[in-house]
Nanobody, 112 residues
Framework: QVQLVESGGGLVQPGGSLRLSCAAS????????MAWYRQAPGKERELVAS???????NYAGSVKGRFTISRDNTKNILYLQMNSLKSEDTAKYYC??????WGQGTQVTVSS
């Protein structure tokens, strides 16, 4: 049974940083494309960043240069380092494995 458990969200001031983690179990982590998505209230879920099995990354334009996605295939963990956070980054952040599996999400709130 596949499980994805996000952690690391919270309340942070504008300009601050957070690191999200997504611990995966079930299946072989290293063979799947992994991604972070986010959904703000009243908005559609959007792709934030993705990383292939070989480490090739892709970012939404709104986070490029501020966020970094990475993965540790030995520990089955996906990360999202978020720097220079803005109020518009406030959302629930989800990790996704391949095309099918989602975590339950972790809330990120950027506010002074």
């Amino acid at each position: 049974q596949v499980q994805l458990v996000e952690s690391g969200g919270g309340l942070v001031q504008p300009g601050g940083s957070l690191r999200l983690s997504c611990a995966a179990s079930g299946g072989i982590f290293g063979i799947f494309l992994m991604a972070w998505y986010r959904q703000a209230p009243g908005k559609e879920r959007e792709l934030v960043a993705s990383i292939t099995t070989s480490g090739i990354t892709n970012y939404a334009g709104s986070v490029k240069g501020r966020f970094t996605i990475s993965r540790d295939n030995t520990k089955n963990i996906l990360y999202l380092q978020m720097n220079s956070l803005k109020s518009e980054d406030t959302a629930k952040y989800y990790c996704k494995r391949g095309a099918s599996y989602w975590g339950q999400g972790t809330q990120v709130t950027v506010s002074s």
